[in-house]
C-alpha cells in the first residue's frame, strides 16, 4: 500500500505563514500537486507543479502560496504566506503516477 506522508500543519494566525511537506516512498511516484477541503465545501484545486517544473495556482492562492519540490527526497512542499481565514481545511497532496493521496493535513488560519 502506497502511503504519502504529510506534515506542517497546524493552527496560525491571519497573517502567519507555513509550510506543508508530502513524501512518497519512492522517486516512481512523483508527487504534482496539492487540493484542499473546506468545512462542508467541496475538495479544491491550490497548486500543481509539472515534472518540467511548470507551476500552477489557484487564483484564490495566487502570489501567497509557492508548490516546489526536491526530487532528492522525494518530496513536495507547498509554502503558504499571508494566510486568511478562508485557507482554513484540510490539505492534500497527490501524486501523478497512480493518483496517490495524501491522507489529509489540518490547516487552522485565525482572525
Known amino acids: 500500500q502506497v502511503q504519502l506522508v504529510e506534515s506542517g500543519g497546524g493552527l496560525v494566525q491571519a497573517g502567519g505563514s507555513l509550510r506543508l511537506s508530502c513524501a512518497a516512498p519512492?522517486?516512481?511516484?512523483?508527487?504534482n500537486g496539492w487540493y484542499r477541503q473546506a468545512p462542508g465545501k467541496q475538495r479544491e484545486f491550490v497548486a500543481s507543479?509539472?515534472?518540467?517544473?511548470?507551476?500552477n495556482y489557484a487564483d484564490s492562492v495566487k502570489g501567497r502560496f509557492t508548490i516546489s519540490r526536491d526530487n532528492t527526497k522525494n518530496t513536495a512542499y507547498l509554502q503558504m504566506n499571508s494566510l486568511k481565514p478562508e485557507d482554513t481545511a484540510v490539505y492534500y497532496c497527490?501524486?501523478?503516477?497512480?493518483?496517490?493521496w495524501g491522507q489529509g493535513i489540518q490547516v487552522t488560519v485565525s482572525s
Open positions: 497527490n501524486t501523478a503516477t497512480g493518483n496517490i
Open positions: 519512492e522517486s516512481t511516484y512523483r508527487i
Open positions: 507543479i509539472s515534472v518540467f517544473g511548470r507551476t
